[in-house]
């Protein structure tokens, strides 16, 4: 008798996506689908939750044909560099401008990393600040403060 294997990863990845599409599909029924021409408010997150489930069908019908690697451990440090990023950014935006919080944003994503050190995280942080910025600001023009009133003079 054959044993059953496959990719645990990528089978709790498809059940997960064929939830989320789902839980949406349920929630756009009850708003006006309309029909294709003349589209409803609920069409349009009608037909991205069925895709969504469709995806969601196709992963876990290939998880169940190969057998995965077995799940590692839980990457600790990434959910608590990563995730507050973010939101710090949002509370410090207005406060410290753009410029100070994205650069605080990033030094903090940076040590994410265990292989990450002080001296490379303020240069990453540096550039992308610079390059952000460049493109956001100066490039596209966009109407924000660069330097907010915490770190005015």
């Given at each position: 008798m054959k044993s059953i294997s496959f990719d645990t990863t990528n089978a709790i990845c498809?059940?997960?996506f064929v939830a989320t599409g789902a839980f949406f599909a349920i929630q756009s029924l009850g708003l006006d689908l309309g029909t294709a021409?003349?589209?409803?408010?609920?069409?349009?997150p009608l037909?991205?939750?069925f895709v969504l489930v469709l995806l969601g069908a196709i992963i876990f019908i290939q998880a169940l044909r190969v057998e995965g690697e077995p799940i590692?451990?839980?990457?600790?440090?990434?959910?608590?560099?990563?995730?507050?990023?973010?939101?710090l950014f949002g509370l410090t935006v207005r406060g410290l401008g753009f410029?100070?919080?994205l650069f605080?944003?990033?030094?903090?994503?940076?040590?994410?990393?265990?292989?990450?050190?002080l001296f490379v995280a303020i240069i990453l942080s540096l550039l992308l600040t610079v390059f952000s910025v460049a493109v956001?600001?100066?490039?596209l023009g966009l109407p924000?403060?660069?330097f907010g009133p915490w770190v005015r003079f």
């Open positions: 498809g059940a997960l021409v003349r589209m409803g408010p609920g069409y349009f037909v991205l939750a590692g451990p839980f990457a600790w440090r990434g959910m608590v560099f990563i995730l507050p990023a973010p939101v410029a100070p919080a605080l944003t990033a030094f903090i994503a940076c040590f994410a990393s265990q292989k990450m050190n956001f600001s100066y490039g924000f403060e660069r």
